[in-house]
């Protein structure tokens, strides 16, 4: 059974770029998280969805970032212009459906964003 | 909003050493509570997990770690730790009704062999 997936690893974008995260679930999940690590800081929560809905976008900026989980495919976080801040390490996580709240998150292996 | 500390970023012992991490979190509802390791070059790993009931939980690699409600505390331990054992180790807690998790800064534990 595989794990949570993303891709791409490693992904250099030049300021003014866009860029596309990938995030493909476990299987069975039906619910995805989206967690930015910025350098010598913890995980922060930032997007929260299910198939064709997004369910918590609190944590997410305004401007720029998006997010989508299509019916059919990935999961996408997509960043438009870049700049040097968004430089990161974007992690993915699934789980499955709820049962009262009790569902615990599996990790991606992470994509780390570098914005020269 | 709740938050989550973690009172060391790093920590440096010798094998077979004893490990404690403390993490508190300012949270007054009710909380779900989760250690995540990573190791170097490697994707988050769940430790172990708190829902309910007993409150001290024990996880895989031999680690545990107690819930201790009135102090808003989640600290985990390792008797004996192994060469294996670094890594970085992150808590993170959960409303018990939500969805998303709350991270520690993480503490990075090296341990010389």
């Known amino acids: 059974n595989a794990g949570v997936m993303q891709n791409p690893r490693h992904l250099v974008r030049r300021r003014g770029q866009e860029a596309r995260l990938r995030c493909s679930p476990m299987k069975g999940h039906s619910h995805v998280y989206w967690y930015r690590q910025l350098p010598e800081e913890g995980l922060k929560f930032m997007v929260y969805?299910?198939?064709?809905?997004?369910?918590?976008e609190s944590g997410m900026p305004k401007e720029r970032f998006s997010a989508e989980f299509p019916k059919e495919g990935p999961s996408i976080l997509r960043i438009q212009q870049v700049v040097r801040g968004d430089s990161a390490a974007y992690f993915c996580?699934?789980?499955?459906?709820?049962?009262?709240?009790?569902?615990?998150?599996?990790f991606g292996p992470g994509t780390r964003l570098t914005v020269t | 909003a709740q938050s989550v500390s973690q009172h060391n970023h790093h920590v440096i012992l010798s094998e077979a050493a004893s490990l404690e991490l403390g993490c508190n979190y300012s949270y007054g509802g009710t909380v779900n509570l989760f250690w995540y390791v990573q190791y170097p070059g490697q994707h988050l790993q769940l430790l172990l997990k708190?829902?309910?009931?007993?409150?001290l939980v024990k996880g895989i690699k031999g680690f545990e770690a107690e819930f201790i409600k009135s102090k808003f505390s989640f600290n985990l331990r390792k008797p004996s730790v192994q060469w294996s054992d670094t890594a970085e180790y992150f808590c993170?807690?959960?409303?018990?009704?939500?969805?998303?998790?709350?991270f520690g800064g993480g503490t990075r534990v090296l341990v010389k062999p």
């Open positions: 969805l299910q198939k064709e809905n997004i369910i918590d």
């Open positions: 996580a699934s789980s499955p459906p709820l049962l009262a709240g009790v569902a615990e998150q599996y």
């Open positions: 993170a807690v959960k409303k018990a009704a939500g969805n998303k998790l709350t």
């Open positions: 708190y829902f309910s009931g007993d409150p």
